[in-house]
């Protein structure tokens, strides 16, 4: 029995599970922390055109750039392109334009934007100016993709309008589909209205907030109920519900009692989980989820798996347990870009077709659009997953302050050594008969009390004075060292 839960008590932090059976299988946030661009269309200003990286870079509103690249500018929409000619001659700088963003920033990178817009409804996408239609690729029934196929010629999107049928429009009637097309144009023609009157730059289109993308995204014919902790966001879901769904309306249900909504479902516990490094399997193997800059690497270990009868049998049973508890990881993580996973050596063919396709089957239901590789010799398979979101660790978690993301601080005797270092090189470049050094109260204790002779020695070598002392504003390993009067 599929649940979709809504904790919306604390407006600053929103949060939306969906539960089957008791176990979490989607797990969403907004927090004031880390705003969500995705999705978002702006009134822009091109900054730069870099024909060295076949690219422009976009002032869109925000303190960094965006990057658009070439491939992702639609001729449509530049002026005065002439046919044929590569769109970056037609690129000014100052020039405004419509852009959307498809990927976040990330560290020192700017968004990524396109100007191939898409306009995502509860059944359809609509793509401006893009003249082409289809139907999305997770519905295989060749029977459903034909009658999909057959309504959209019916319904007739206008000339230069693309569309695009949502897995959730699979079992949809022409007149729902109708429906949902002329909300998208009603919608993109206040963008347009927008891009005439908006100063550059400027946010147009903002893609909805959480409650309203979640349900919209991620409610299935078998979600039995919404449960809902808050009045006014009930009333807006109940809203929606009501234009876009009204056979579902009765579903939204507000939840009163006193036990916190995701405590009463035992979620907490779950939702800690996401955070961690290690996940334990049922089987007594685990997996290790290391996400980097470049990368996300995961580990299979079979630990105390011994339950079966041989070293390929375990590895093969660990594997395919892995596998599709990896597979949910990176729909609850949100884990985007290239993935490594590292599983149990398998000699067997047949058990590395088998473990494949139990990733490919735990992927199946994937909104994000994922490209598989095989298992190599090495055991390690690799794999591509869009980003759909902010990962959900920055949405809400801030670097160390202490390691700076490092992960690890330096030792209390290695900073000693290292501000010894300091001092003398401090000493070797500046002729001073007093200096006053700054430390962490552990590290000068250690100083004071454990290097006191080698301290006298530099004091003696230089012919100074070395004064130390403590703040408590300072990292582990970090020093400051200045002349004293």
């Not at 035992?266 to 989980?273: D, R, Y």
């Amino acid at each position: 029995m599929k649940k979709m839960l809504i904790n919306a008590v604390h407006p600053e932090e929103i949060r939306v599970a969906v539960v089957d059976e008791g176990v979490l299988t989607e797990y969403h946030m907004e927090s004031a922390l880390k705003e969500q661009l995705r999705g978002n269309v702006y009134k822009a200003r091109i900054s730069k055109v870099e024909h060295s990286l076949n690219a422009a870079f976009v002032d869109y509103g925000r303190e960094k750039h965006g990057l658009l690249p070439a491939g992702d500018i639609n001729p449509a929409v530049v002026p005065d392109v002439k046919n044929g000619s590569p769109v970056m001659q037609s690129l000014r700088k100052g020039m405004e334009i419509l852009v959307q963003v498809v990927r976040e920033e990330k560290g020192a990178k700017g968004a990524l934007l396109t100007t191939e817009i898409s306009l995502p409804g509860r059944f359809l996408v609509l793509l401006p100016q893009q003249d082409m239609a289809g139907v999305s690729r997770k519905i295989e029934d060749e029977k459903q993709r034909k009658r999909l196929r057959e309504i959209i010629d019916q319904i007739k999107p206008p000339e230069g309008m693309g569309i695009i049928v949502r897995t959730a429009g699979m079992d949809k009637t022409k007149t729902e589909l109708a429906k949902d097309m002329t909300y998208l144009l009603r919608l993109w023609k206040s963008i347009q209205d927008q891009f005439k009157k908006t100063d550059c730059p400027n946010i147009i289109y903002k893609e909805g907030d959480i409650i309203i993308r979640t349900i919209r995204d991620y409610l299935t014919t078998d979600t039995t109920e919404i449960l809902i902790d808050d009045d006014e966001t009930v009333k807006r879901a109940a809203t929606f519900m009501k234009t876009f769904m009204p056979k579902q309306k009765d579903i939204i249900k507000t939840y009163r009692q006193n036990k916190p909504l995701f405590t009463k479902f035992e979620l907490e516990q779950q939702i800690e989980g996401i955070y961690d490094k290690k996940v334990k399997l049922r089987s007594g193997g685990s997996i290790i989820i290391e996400p980097t800059e470049a990368m996300v690497v995961i580990d299979v270990n079979s630990g105390q798996s011994t339950n079966t009868k041989s070293i390929e049998a375990t590895a093969f049973e660990t594997n395919r347990e892995a596998a599709a508890e990896i597979a949910r990881q990176l729909v609850l993580r949100d884990l985007g870009g290239l993935i490594a996973i590292d599983f149990i050596d398998m000699r067997s063919k047949e058990n590395i077709r088998g473990v494949e396709k139990a990733l490919r089957e735990g992927l199946k239901n994937d909104r994000a659009h994922v490209v598989i590789g095989k298992i190599s010799k090495f055991g390690i398979m690799e794999l591509s997953r869009e980003r759909l979101s902010p990962p959900l660790v920055e949405k809400s978690h801030v670097q160390c302050p202490l390691c700076e993301g490092f992960g690890l601080i330096r030792s209390v005797e290695s900073a000693a050594f290292m501000a010894l270092r300091e001092i003398q090189l401090y000493l070797t470049r500046n002729n001073t008969s007093r200096i006053k050094v700054s430390m962490t109260r552990d590290v000068g204790l250690y100083v004071l009390n454990q290097q006191k002779r080698h301290l006298m020695r530099l004091e003696q070598d230089f012919n100074t004075e070395i004064l130390i002392s403590t703040v408590h504003t300072l990292k582990v390993g970090q020093i400051r060292i200045e002349a004293a009067e």
